[in-house]
């Protein structure tokens, strides 16, 4: 049991941040929304540090590093607010290394390294909400191989995207039943269609059509993958959200003992003081539970999803309260768009329904829940 | 980074499960694991079965007969006595007022008090709060007069827990009214039996009596019992709190009462109610999460190299959740945590032929406790330092 960082992750860090210090600056940030939401220069510059590689195994360009250092960096790119979906990259990367046939993971690993490829996830369909074992989409085995028919939601910068992950449900021709499996899609294939726009968070999702798409299959065990992918993608985002409510508690603190009301600070009132104590308290839970989820992910499955569950819960709470009084201890210019806390607000809120929001978490943990309490570490 | 104990904690822990398991009597355990009344004799008996062992001053250092373990080890052992339903260790002796009496006191004192502090011979209560001294503790009046070779005693402790059950009393009390209020305190040992002591318990909203006030009249204590200097008692008052707060949030505790409130949900047809499910689901991440807050202290204080700004929050998490299992336990039971039954709260407990009653009329037996806890556990949020004052603690560290 230890929870130091090694001397290698903390330079990490300290790349990462120098980067978001100088090159991710709120007016750069503020640009890249008003052009859309996303900058293919930023990924560039992500791809330089190294960290489009950086869960790719060596052979295959990437750094080969493991959950630790992705919630090192993920943490990071949080606190700065960044729009351009590296988690999507980091995602993508397992699930292709862990699950797919030898020469698509040599076509697609090194270029996804390099930054070449942008691959992200495309599974959200309207009638499943959160459920990952719903799915519409079609898969067809023809004489020419896979294709696709699908229309997938808020799937990020996936009008920029270089290819999908896509689930879709195949014939099973043992049982007769369907199965889920995934599929690796190119965004020019034909029928293909991305329409982008604009998130909340100032970023940028599409929403993918296939129509009888050609598509390279991933996995036929499409729902283990699924759940791999989004376990991955949870660990990553309770990291990132942690890096965002440290940087909304420390605006706050900041603001506190700069603004003044009634001639003295307004860090003197403890109306506030408390319920920025309250902020901290939330931060340090969700914090720790972001460790929890990023150490569990090698876990056995059930125990990984159990464990990410278990920290959404957490992390949904504290992402709520921790933007909602940010903004209330900022008074009237936290509701302006020109300060950055309304911006740390909507990046949370965002964070908090991607992945399964509270609610469905909770019902995962309460489903699954043992009847003794055991040993949780 | 990494969350598993180290195969060393992990056998650690092995040794000590197998112990505890062997030597806890199985009425006490049977006792905690229900809530049920714990006599002086019970917690007596554990302490000195712990003591036998060299256990009771488990924080202790080896050059005063501990056994000299990690922070790690230490949550371990609490966790392991606190899983097999061990009841928890009286504080006031082995935990608070031993390493004041290692840090500060003369060497005379320390063989003069150790041996019995570590056997669990001698029971020891704490002075601290008055009437007019709560959260603010460095404003004590109880008057300690130098006279000779004695100090005379004049005032008034309250809230000592267990203080009936004392032999002898750790005391803050006031030397010097110069100054600020912190610099007039000294820190005094004084013996119970002491004529001019008078104890009277107080009956708390459950029905126990639980703590008590202490009254000194005129009583006469050798100065040899001054610890450390005099003045300086404020001092030594905050290395105990620092002290105390290492198991302030009782998550070992928490574990163990999460099991048992499945129990309770499952026996009162709760359990497959989503709605109250979702409720103890939620109390489970809870749980996690403070645990790992734990742990990350003790990573923390097991490396020494990086210094954690949380260890304020464990006392406000984990006193939050204390009062919520104990209000779930009682609200799975609903209607029939009502009864109140003073006596079916102790272990055997088979009716009572007077009241002509014949079994606990909450149906389920192990109801009867429940809302008594409830009641019961309000203090958490309440003692060793209000919630309030930690939430200032907290914000004051980051607001400067």
């Given at each position: 049991m230890n929870f130091d960082f090694s001397d290698d992750q903390l330079q990490l860090r300290d790349a990462v941040a120098r980067w978001v210090d100088k090159a991710y600056t709120f007016e750069r940030r503020r640009a890249i929304t008003q052009a859309g939401g996303f900058d293919a220069t930023a990924c560039t510059e992500l791809a330089e540090l190294g960290l489009t590689g950086l869960v790719t195994p060596e052979d295959h360009g990437g750094m080969a590093m493991g959950a630790v250092e992705t919630m090192v960096v993920m943490e990071e790119l949080g606190r700065g607010l960044v729009l351009e979906p590296l988690a999507q990259t980091l995602v993508a990367s397992t699930v292709l290394s862990h699950t797919a046939p030898a020469p698509l993971q040599a076509e697609w690993l090194p270029r996804m390294a390099s930054g070449e490829a942008l691959v992200v996830l495309a599974h959200q369909e309207r009638k499943a909400r959160y459920r990952l074992e719903k799915c519409e989409s079609k898969a067809t085995l023809t004489l020419d191989g896979w294709t696709v028919s699908a229309t997938k939601n808020m799937v990020p910068a996936g009008d920029k995207a270089t290819a999908w992950i896509v689930p879709a449900m195949v014939a099973d021709a043992t049982s007769g039943s369907e199965r889920m499996a995934l599929f690796l899609v190119e965004r020019g294939a034909p029928g293909a269609q991305a329409a982008g726009h604009l998130t909340q968070d100032g970023g940028r999702a599409a929403t993918v059509t296939l129509d009888n798409t050609p598509a390279t299959l991933v996995t036929l065990n499409g729902l283990a993958a699924m759940e791999l992918a989004v376990d991955v993608g949870l660990a990553a985002l309770c990291a990132e959200a942690v890096g965002v409510m440290d940087k909304t508690v420390a605006l706050t603190v900041e603001y506190m003992n700069t603004r003044k009301q009634f001639g003295v600070f307004i860090a003197s009132f403890q109306a506030l003081r408390h319920r920025l104590a309250d902020m901290k308290m939330q931060l340090e839970l969700a914090r720790s539970m972001s460790y929890y989820a990023t150490l569990k992910l090698n876990a056995p499955a059930a125990e990984r999803r159990l464990a990410t569950a278990r920290a959404k819960v957490q992390l949904g709470q504290s992402i709520r309260f921790v933007g909602q009084q940010a903004v209330q201890l900022h008074g009237g210019i936290g509701v302006t768009d020109e300060y950055i806390v309304s911006h740390c607000f909507k990046k949370l809120t965002q964070l908090e329904m991607t992945f399964g929001d509270t609610l469905h978490h909770l019902g995962q943990v309460s489903e699954g829940m043992q009847e003794t309490a055991g040993v949780f570490a | 980074m990494d969350l598993a104990f180290t195969p060393e904690e992990q056998q650690f822990r092995e040794e000590v499960r197998a112990w505890v398991r062997t030597h806890l009597p199985a009425d006490i355990a049977h006792k905690v694991h229900n809530a049920l009344r714990l006599s002086r004799d019970d917690m007596q008996r554990w302490a000195k079965i712990l003591g036998s062992r060299g256990w009771l001053g488990f924080g202790w250092p080896q050059q005063f007969g501990g056994p000299g373990w990690t922070a790690v080890q230490k949550h371990l052992f609490e966790e392991e006595c606190a899983l097999a339903g061990a009841p928890r260790i009286v504080p006031f002796g082995p935990v608070m007022v031993a390493p004041v009496i290692m840090a500060f006191g003369s060497p005379e004192q320390q063989q003069r008090f150790l041996p019995g502090i570590a056997s669990g011979e001698v029971w020891w209560s704490q002075g601290y709060s008055e009437p007019g001294s709560g959260s603010d503790l460095a404003s004590v009046k109880c008057r300690a007069e130098r006279v000779g070779d004695h100090y005379v005693v004049n005032g008034q402790k309250t809230w000592t827990t267990l203080g009936q059950y004392g032999e002898w009393i750790f005391c803050l009390v006031r030397t010097s009214t110069e100054g600020k209020p912190q610099t007039g305190i000294s820190f005094l040992l004084i013996d119970m039996k002491s004529p001019g002591v008078t104890v009277r318990p107080i009956k708390l909203l459950d029905g126990e009596c639980e703590v008590n006030e202490v009254w000194f009249d005129n009583v006469q204590v050798p100065a040899e019992n001054l610890v450390g200097e005099e003045n300086k008692g404020w001092n030594y008052a905050k290395y105990l709190l620092a002290h105390e707060r290492t198991n302030i949030a009782d998550v070992n505790r928490s574990k163990r009462e999460l099991e048992r409130l499945k129990r309770i949900a499952q026996a009162e047809g709760v359990w497959e109610d989503q709605r109250f499910r979702d409720q103890i689901a939620l109390l489970e991440v809870d749980i996690v999460a403070l645990e790992m807050m734990v742990l990350r202290v003790l990573s923390a204080e097991k490396s020494g190299k990086q210094s954690l700004d949380i260890a304020g929050l464990l006392k406000i998490r984990g006193s939050e959740i204390q009062q919520r299992y104990a209000e779930l336990m009682m609200l799975a039971a609903g209607?029939?945590?009502?009864?109140?039954?003073?006596?079916?709260?102790?272990?055997g407990w088979q009716g009572d032929a007077a009241l002509g009653i014949s079994e606990f009329p909450g149906g389920n037996l192990a109801n009867a406790p429940l809302a008594s806890t409830y009641f019961n556990l309000r203090k958490t949020t309440i003692y060793g330092g209000s919630n309030e004052v930690q939430r200032n603690i907290v914000s004051q560290m980051l607001l400067g």
């Amino acid at each position: 049991m230890n929870f130091d960082f090694s001397d290698d992750q903390l330079q990490l860090r300290d790349a990462v941040a120098r980067w978001v210090d100088k090159a991710y600056t709120f007016e750069r940030r503020r640009a890249i929304t008003q052009a859309g939401g996303f900058d293919a220069t930023a990924c560039t510059e992500l791809a330089e540090l190294g960290l489009t590689g950086l869960v790719t195994p060596e052979d295959h360009g990437g750094m080969a590093m493991g959950a630790v250092e992705t919630m090192v960096v993920m943490e990071e790119l949080g606190r700065g607010l960044v729009l351009e979906p590296l988690a999507q990259t980091l995602v993508a990367s397992t699930v292709l290394s862990h699950t797919a046939p030898a020469p698509l993971q040599a076509e697609w690993l090194p270029r996804m390294a390099s930054g070449e490829a942008l691959v992200v996830l495309a599974h959200q369909e309207r009638k499943a909400r959160y459920r990952l074992e719903k799915c519409e989409s079609k898969a067809t085995l023809t004489l020419d191989g896979w294709t696709v028919s699908a229309t997938k939601n808020m799937v990020p910068a996936g009008d920029k995207a270089t290819a999908w992950i896509v689930p879709a449900m195949v014939a099973d021709a043992t049982s007769g039943s369907e199965r889920m499996a995934l599929f690796l899609v190119e965004r020019g294939a034909p029928g293909a269609q991305a329409a982008g726009h604009l998130t909340q968070d100032g970023g940028r999702a599409a929403t993918v059509t296939l129509d009888n798409t050609p598509a390279t299959l991933v996995t036929l065990n499409g729902l283990a993958a699924m759940e791999l992918a989004v376990d991955v993608g949870l660990a990553a985002l309770c990291a990132e959200a942690v890096g965002v409510m440290d940087k909304t508690v420390a605006l706050t603190v900041e603001y506190m003992n700069t603004r003044k009301q009634f001639g003295v600070f307004i860090a003197s009132f403890q109306a506030l003081r408390h319920r920025l104590a309250d902020m901290k308290m939330q931060l340090e839970l969700a914090r720790s539970m972001s460790y929890y989820a990023t150490l569990k992910l090698n876990a056995p499955a059930a125990e990984r999803r159990l464990a990410t569950a278990r920290a959404k819960v957490q992390l949904g709470q504290s992402i709520r309260f921790v933007g909602q009084q940010a903004v209330q201890l900022h008074g009237g210019i936290g509701v302006t768009d020109e300060y950055i806390v309304s911006h740390c607000f909507k990046k949370l809120t965002q964070l908090e329904m991607t992945f399964g929001d509270t609610l469905h978490h909770l019902g995962q943990v309460s489903e699954g829940m043992q009847e003794t309490a055991g040993v949780f570490a | 980074m990494d969350l598993a104990f180290t195969p060393e904690e992990q056998q650690f822990r092995e040794e000590v499960r197998a112990w505890v398991r062997t030597h806890l009597p199985a009425d006490i355990a049977h006792k905690v694991h229900n809530a049920l009344r714990l006599s002086r004799d019970d917690m007596q008996r554990w302490a000195k079965i712990l003591g036998s062992r060299g256990w009771l001053g488990f924080g202790w250092p080896q050059q005063f007969g501990g056994p000299g373990w990690t922070a790690v080890q230490k949550h371990l052992f609490e966790e392991e006595c606190a899983l097999a339903g061990a009841p928890r260790i009286v504080p006031f002796g082995p935990v608070m007022v031993a390493p004041v009496i290692m840090a500060f006191g003369s060497p005379e004192q320390q063989q003069r008090f150790l041996p019995g502090i570590a056997s669990g011979e001698v029971w020891w209560s704490q002075g601290y709060s008055e009437p007019g001294s709560g959260s603010d503790l460095a404003s004590v009046k109880c008057r300690a007069e130098r006279v000779g070779d004695h100090y005379v005693v004049n005032g008034q402790k309250t809230w000592t827990t267990l203080g009936q059950y004392g032999e002898w009393i750790f005391c803050l009390v006031r030397t010097s009214t110069e100054g600020k209020p912190q610099t007039g305190i000294s820190f005094l040992l004084i013996d119970m039996k002491s004529p001019g002591v008078t104890v009277r318990p107080i009956k708390l909203l459950d029905g126990e009596c639980e703590v008590n006030e202490v009254w000194f009249d005129n009583v006469q204590v050798p100065a040899e019992n001054l610890v450390g200097e005099e003045n300086k008692g404020w001092n030594y008052a905050k290395y105990l709190l620092a002290h105390e707060r290492t198991n302030i949030a009782d998550v070992n505790r928490s574990k163990r009462e999460l099991e048992r409130l499945k129990r309770i949900a499952q026996a009162e047809g709760v359990w497959e109610d989503q709605r109250f499910r979702d409720q103890i689901a939620l109390l489970e991440v809870d749980i996690v999460a403070l645990e790992m807050m734990v742990l990350r202290v003790l990573s923390a204080e097991k490396s020494g190299k990086q210094s954690l700004d949380i260890a304020g929050l464990l006392k406000i998490r984990g006193s939050e959740i204390q009062q919520r299992y104990a209000e779930l336990m009682m609200l799975a039971a609903g209607p029939y945590s009502l009864p109140f039954i003073f006596e079916a709260m102790e272990a055997g407990w088979q009716g009572d032929a007077a009241l002509g009653i014949s079994e606990f009329p909450g149906g389920n037996l192990a109801n009867a406790p429940l809302a008594s806890t409830y009641f019961n556990l309000r203090k958490t949020t309440i003692y060793g330092g209000s919630n309030e004052v930690q939430r200032n603690i907290v914000s004051q560290m980051l607001l400067g």
